[in-house]
């Protein structure tokens, strides 16, 4: 698959993900998926997006860096947002948070994801809610 | 610049970060560098990368995923490590913890690296050091 062809694909994916249009996730995400090491399944890895927008009802993923080179895919997303409670151990309660999360993809020959290495930038959450004057 | 002679320049660089031969560190990092918005310039990178093997004296990069797309890398390296006292904030203290990190570099025309955007595991680091009893 030409990389083109990826990226645009990718970034589908995440339009779906904005528009948070779960029945059409099977588009992009493969059956047997696995996120950093677990084997969540589509199922699962609905599950996960699904509670991401129940914490933070004001979630967009938004694409700061996207390198293809098939069958990987590497995208930095930036967040803007507004968590209602806690986000990765942190009580943010409604405070406007700003961080980026930097993953990896791996396609399957369908060109649906089948492996995903996230790291999300959970320091820079914990210093702006300290900054904050809230912990 | 072809995908594989950036891939290339990549591993070379992260050979030259291996064997802390400073002195080349030229050959791979412009010298007006930035490291996630900060603008360190070379001299400062090189500090960084110093500051880092002091605190991690058995400190190795590993490449777990390179993802090519020029004047774009994406490299997913892998650590294993016993870090002497202080890592991110953590009290490591001569315990093994392994831990990932997702970053992104732009490099230059001329083939050197002159914008860093990372994201390190930390919370990895942090479960690791609370499943070890020394929190």
């Given at each position: 698959?030409?990389?083109?062809?990826?990226?645009?694909?990718?970034?589908?994916?995440?339009?779906?993900?904005?528009?948070?249009?779960w029945?059409?996730?099977?588009?992009?995400?493969?059956?047997?998926?696995?996120?950093?090491g677990?084997?969540?399944?589509?199922?699962?890895?609905?599950?996960?997006?699904?509670?991401?927008?129940?914490?933070?009802?004001?979630?967009?993923?938004?694409?700061?860096?996207?390198?293809?080179?098939?069958?990987?895919?590497?995208?930095?997303?930036?967040?803007?947002?507004?968590?209602?409670?806690?986000?990765?151990?942190?009580?943010?309660?409604?405070?406007?948070?700003?961080?980026?999360?930097?993953v990896?993809?791996?396609f399957?020959?369908?060109?649906?994801?089948?492996?995903?290495?996230?790291?999300?930038?959970?320091?820079?959450?914990?210093?702006?809610?300290?900054?904050?004057?809230?912990?």
């Amino acid at each position: 698959m030409p990389s083109s062809d990826l990226a645009a694909i990718y970034r589908r994916y995440i339009d779906c993900l904005n528009r948070q249009d779960w029945d059409e996730l099977h588009r992009y995400v493969a059956d047997d998926v696995r996120h950093n090491g677990r084997p969540l399944g589509l199922s699962g890895y609905r599950q996960m997006l699904v509670e991401d927008f129940r914490a933070i009802p004001d979630l967009a993923f938004r694409i700061e860096h996207l390198v293809c080179d098939p069958p990987m895919v590497a995208s930095r997303l930036w967040f803007d947002c507004t968590p209602v409670g806690m986000l990765f151990g942190l009580a943010v309660n409604g405070r406007r948070v700003q961080f980026a999360e930097n993953v990896f993809y791996e396609f399957n020959d369908a060109g649906r994801i089948r492996n995903v290495w996230s790291v999300i930038d959970t320091a820079a959450v914990a210093a702006q809610i300290a900054d904050a004057g809230l912990n």
